[in-house]
């Protein structure tokens, strides 16, 4: 049996023979006893030990019942496999049209042995209950003319996700075996339908009782051993520590992911190789003569990676017995742990960024003088550091800082001196908060200054005094957000088939935006929404009609505001747009969850909501009454968060969560929330230097093919992936086609003209002096963007997604941005020139005035 998961499963499929059926019931013991069972005995202590499972006893199903007092279930024959909890009950689904004799006995019969039963009549509920419950075993009535409906309920409840352990019986009449033609074995049919096997009837408690017990030890039971060995065998894979299995010859069967990184090799190449070819010991003879004997050896070993340097671990060896009396196969279990702490080896990690480990020392921190009296200063706070009860990362790094200071004191006070100056940068809690390098060429760019400063910046302080507005004595002001105005009307409203017709191009990466805009009336959230949401099944997933879901679209469309340039419910199906489009890359259909895709979906549509078309800092400023709610923190994003979850929980017709389980939209919930304030660009290379660190391609030698599965599915990371998934859609203009790029450019450049007009006309702190409608340069604003926001991240996310398409365009706009600025094209008034040409041409909506 192949254990494996079609959509989330990271790690090597692992394939166990054993007993399947009564009649191999004599090997069910050698099954037992095989590799993967003696590999649990031994490496138990230690895996447990890591925490890796919950607790230590064995576990095994215990039936007991009146009439089956002696019976007490299969035992653990032996082996830590059967990972059941002892009060675990098994769970028997009944699916019977119609109440009978046999019905009656089944379940009696089962309830006697202690199993949990269920009766139900229809498919319909079968499939339902069978979804909540997941039971162990299922029966379904196939006698007589029932048998093509038994058949198509066979068949649904194996198209669910939740069948896998699972064993379906047709309960057949006593004529079914002889009544068909002597040469054709009807079995096979019920197989090729999805049925275990089949049983007759029988109203025989005795007799039923045995079957039952008879179908549990061979079906049953060895099942939950699969899914054991399965357990183990990802625990094993996952570890920290390097494992490898080998037969009595020394030839590797098996390692696992610690050890390709930790040596170089990938597992094909280890895999049937003689691993005294790589590790080596002092005395081999002797512990191979211990190992043949059955005892376990420990010592050091040398390990010969691939790039030929040799490193040294502590290892432990474990024989043991698969078949016969002698050992079959050999367990080394190396210390990675002994060797991080001990051996002081640099660059060498597992799962970590690669950094420097230099061996701590556990005596004395007397630092050495360097004239300056470093180690006096730092020599008290360091041990107060070190009595704390709790330790952080931080801390961590601070230690070997000061450690490597304390070496090289004597020798080279100026590197001391630059180590100090480091540790004194690390004691910020602000570790990511960008600032500007006063050295490099768009410190002296006003324009591109301060787009970026604006950007990152949480508070206005970042402003030199050379370019605040003429009256420095700003007032408090109130910015009241005003309702969307009325719609446009188009003259001629194109109708639904060109929209249709559009929309069949809505995954593409060049989907034109701006024509949906005008062929749906300034309404293309709604359209693209429900054909977005529909590709990805939402209305299913969330269990709620589509029409709840349209009214959903309608309500957050209607609060975005038509008389933003940019920030309107266009920029907002663009980003839901780019989001779609992303989550068809192979690697995130191998990360995300349905449930995440529909987060991200609602999370894109509604992340600007009511955007009034200024700054979280201009509501700052102003005093505004969002920035008093949210204490100048986020205070647009948080807004966007809250206003779409009160809207959508305000009326039962929009409320897209109500068929919701409270877990499932709690967690829905804080998905959503976790994507939309990560739009907040203040956040920007913190969130950018996090992906890089966990999901991108180091391009050394040790992550060559970049992240394992098992790193980027740990729930800190998906969720890293998913507000990294959400800020390049947000950002996504300039990694559109050139029309649409200078379109948005255009559009984002009136909506801050407007903003710094208002400032100055309100006498306030103007936040971006440099994006005046009379000398703003578009063109050099664009080229400060893509240089210091969008080039690394969108390069990283390429990268990761494999979608070149937009570092393509990305660098051809640029290009282009960069020509226009060389030929004087600066102004508003100059790009919307340029957009009379038809290669650059936008569709416009005309006013019916």
Not at 150 to 164: L, M, P, Y
């Given at each position: ?349 597992l799962g970590h960024p690669r950094v420097s480990l230099i061996s701590l020392r556990r005596g004395s921190y007397d ?226 969850e349905p449930m995440d895709e529909v987060a991200a979906l609602i999370a894109a549509a509604a992340h600007d909501i ?240």
């Open positions: 049996m192949a254990l494996n998961d079609t959509r989330r499963l990271t790690h090597r499929t692992l394939h166990i023979s054993g007993a399947t059926g009564p009649e191999d019931e004599s090997k069910t013991e050698t099954m037992s006893e095989s590799w993967i069972s003696g590999f649990s005995s031994i490496l138990c202590g230690r895996l447990w030990r890591r925490k890796l499972f919950g607790s230590r006893d064995k576990m095994q199903v215990l039936v007991e019942s009146e009439s089956f007092k002696n019976f007490k279930g299969p035992q653990d024959f032996n082996s830590t496999l059967s990972i059941t909890a002892p009060s675990q009950i098994v769970e028997v689904l009944l699916v019977f049209p119609r109440e009978d004799r046999q019905l009656e006995v089944l379940g009696a019969v089962s309830r006697k042995l202690g199993w949990s039963v269920e009766v139900v009549k229809t498919g319909e509920k079968a499939v339902e209950v069978f979804q909540n419950r997941s039971h162990d075993l299922v029966i379904v009535d196939r006698r007589g003319h029932r048998a093509n409906e038994a058949d198509a309920i066979c068949r649904a409840i194996r198209a669910t996700n939740c069948h896998h352990s699972s064993v379906i019986l047709a309960l057949v009449k006593k004529s079914f075996f002889t009544a068909a033609d002597k040469d054709e074995i009807v079995t096979l049919d019920l197989l090729n339908t999805g049925y275990s096997r089949a049983t007759m009837e029988c109203t025989h408690e005795i007799l039923l009782g045995n079957q039952l017990i008879g179908i549990y030890a061979s079906e049953i039971q060895p099942r939950m051993q699969l899914a054991a060995a399965h357990a183990l065998y990802v625990a094993v894979d996952r570890c920290r520590d390097m494992v490898h299995v080998t037969d009595d010859q020394h030839i590797v069967r098996f390692v696992n992911k610690a050890s390709e990184r930790l040596l170089g090799y990938k597992y094909e190449e280890m895999l049937g190789r003689n691993l005294s070819e790589i590790i080596t010991c002092e005395n081999f003879a002797l512990m191979d003569q211990q190992l043949q004997r059955g005892r376990e050896f420990e010592g050091n070993m040398n390990c010969r990676r691939k790039f030929n340097d040799t490193i040294t671990i502590n290892c432990r060896i474990i024989p043991f017995c698969a078949t016969g009396k002698k050992p079959s196969h050999y367990v080394y279990v190396h210390d990675t742990m002994y060797l991080l702490e001990n051996m002081g080896l640099a660059g060498i990690t630092l050495k003088s360097t004239g300056s009296d470093i180690g006096t200063q730092r020599r008290s706070s360091l041990q107060k550091l070190n009595n704390l009860p709790l330790e952080a990362p931080i801390t961590k790094v601070m230690l070997l800082l000061t450690n490597a200071m304390t070496e090289i004191s004597g020798t080279s006070p100026d590197l001391a001196m630059q180590i100090d100056k480091a540790i004194e940068t690390l004691k910020t809690t602000e570790l990511y908060r960008p600032y500007l390098k006063e050295d490099t060429k768009i410190y002296n760019d006003p324009v591109a200054s301060d787009l970026v400063e604006a950007l990152l910046s949480k508070n206005c302080h970042y402003i030199r005094d050379s370019r605040r507005s003429s009256n420095d004595s700003t007032r408090s002001t109130q910015i009241r957000i005003t309702p969307p105005t009325t719609r446009l009307q188009l003259k001629n409203p194109q109708g639904p088939k060109e929209i249709e017709e559009l929309l069949d191009h809505s995954l593409d990466w060049d989907f034109d935006i701006f024509t949906l805009e005008v062929l749906s009336e300034r309404k293309p959230l709604v359209h693209l929404g429900m054909n977005l949401m529909g590709r990805y099944n939402v209305p299913a997933r969330l269990s709620c009609d589509e029409k709840t879901l349209q009214n959903w679209l309608t309500v957050i469309e209607y609060k975005y505001h038509l008389n933003n340039s940019y920030h309107n419910s266009t920029h907002a199906a663009d980003v839901l747009q780019a989001t779609a489009r992303f989550m068809q890359s192979d690697r995130l259909q191998m990360i995300l009511d955007h009034p078309g200024r700054s979280s800092q201009f509501l700052c400023n102003a005093d505004n009454k969002l920035a008093i709610l949210y204490n100048d923190l986020s205070v647009l994003e948080s807004h966007h968060a809250a206003l779409t979850f009160k809207l959508t929980l305000a009326d039962d017709s929009v409320n897209i969560f109500k068929n919701l389980e409270r877990e499932t939209y709690k967690l829905i919930r804080q998905n959503v929330v976790d994507m939309i304030l990560a739009t907040e660009m203040t956040k920007h290379f913190e969130h950018l230097a996090k992906f890089v660190n966990v999901c991108s391609s180091r391009g050394d030698e040790y992550y060559v093919d970049g992240p394992d599965m098992a790193t980027l599915l740990q729930p800190e990371n998906v969720t890293l992936i998913k507000i990294m998934m959400i800020k390049c859609a947000d950002v996504s203009n300039p990694t559109r086609p050139l029309r649409c790029c200078i379109e948005w450019a255009k559009r984002i450049a009136e909506e801050y003209f407007n903003q710094t007009d208002e400032e100055k006309r309100k006498r306030m702190t103007v936040v971006m002096p440099m994006f005046d409608r009379n000398t703003c340069s578009i063109p050099k604003s664009q080229i400060g963007f893509v240089d210091y926001i969008i080039t690394d991240m969108i390069e990283a996310w390429d990268a990761f997604i494999d979608m070149p398409e937009m570092v393509t365009h990305m660098r051809q706009n640029y290009e282009v941005w960069k020509e226009y600025h060389e030929k004087g094209i600066s102004t508003l008034s100059d790009i919307e020139r340029l957009q009379t040409s038809p290669e650059l041409k936008i569709p416009c909506l005309r006013d019916p005035r």
